[in-house]
């Protein structure tokens, strides 16, 4: 026996390579590590993922293409790499650009930096957070719809634009009033830029998520497109049942209640204490109204 396992050790452990791991080599495996998982959020949350089902498509079909030495399509194939490159650039430009925005989001060195005063501060005051509550439920419980964006860390200047510039205090009775039917206003977003409305009508990207339940109307795509591309909270009332419901982070969570509400305006109130939250989504609802 001794001499069996003498002769597996000579044979096999003493011939094993075991490599020296330093502390850098395990800080490299880590920041690989978090790197790729972040790539496949990415992918999974974008239309990115659909891009690479339809490569490896075709990477099969090449691959098959060089087993049995079709020399024409492995010919049309190699031309076509770089035009499928500048392809794919163009085409997944919104979700590369927002893929940057997070990337600058995570603010690395200033979370580490204890001289970076930037992210200290109140975004809104108690008076602002209040009201949107009172006027979100308040339209709810008369069925009056409402899309409400609040700004954070990303500017919305290029949807603002695109409304009527307002530039007043936040208040219950000016959102109410301001989505009351048939007044001039009523169509479109409202951004709320600290304790200011910034403007008003205005119009938002609509998501073309695939996995959007069909139940959903306008508006709550509107927010659901709104919260892919930026990092705001998007606040939604339904014309048609009254629900409120919020978008954020390409999320949606509905039927929230008002201290629900709250707590997510006030998870966002405060540029220090900000953390992620991540959401499901809920049961399918009736037809939202547009």
């Known amino acids: 026996m001794e001499q069996w ?3 597996f050790f000579e044979n096999y452990i003493s011939r094993m390579y075991f490599p020296t791991v330093h502390l850098t080599d395990i800080i490299e495996i880590c920041i690989v590590a978090v790197i790729s998982y ?3 959020l990415w992918i999974k949350n974008t239309k990115a993922w659909m891009l690479l089902k339809g490569l490896a498509v075709l990477g099969i079909f090449i691959l098959i293409a060089a087993i049995f030495k079709m020399h024409t399509i492995l010919f ?3 031309g076509s790499i770089n035009a499928l490159v500048v392809g794919t650039v163009v085409v997944f430009q919104p979700e590369l650009r ?4 997070k990337l600058g989001e995570k603010s690395l060195l200033g979370n580490i930096n204890p001289f970076d005063k930037s992210k200290e501060g109140q975004r809104f005051s108690d008076e602002t957070l209040d009201g949107i509550v009172k006027a979100c439920f308040d339209m709810g419980s008369v069925c009056t719809g409402a899309l409400i964006v609040v700004e954070r860390a990303i500017r919305l200047t290029e949807y603002e634009v695109t409304g009527i510039e307002m530039d007043c205090k936040v208040s219950s009775q000016i959102l109410i009033n301001i989505f009351e039917h048939n007044t001039p206003l009523h169509d479109g977003a409202v951004i709320i830029r600290g304790d200011r409305i910034a403007s008003a ?5 609509l998501s073309d998520n695939m996995q959007i339940s069909k139940d959903l109307g306008t508006r709550h795509r509107a927010a659901l497109g709104m919260s892919e591309v930026s990092d705001a909270l998007i606040i939604v009332v339904s014309e048609e049942t009254g629900q409120v419901s ?3 982070g390409g999320n949606l ?3 929230v209640t008002p201290e629900e509400l709250t707590r997510w305006l006030a998870q966002i109130q405060y540029r220090a204490s900000e953390k ?5 989504w809920k049961g399918r609802q009736k037809n939202e109204k547009v």
């Open 5 to 7: 396992m003498k002769t």
């Open 38 to 40: 972040e790539v496949m």
């Open 76 to 78: 049309l194939a190699k």
């Open 98 to 101: 927002r893929a940057l925005e």
């Open 201 to 205: 009508t205005c119009y938002l990207p």
């Open 246 to 248: 919020i978008a954020m």
């Open 253 to 255: 969570e509905r039927e």
């Open 276 to 280: 992620k939250r991540f959401t499901i």
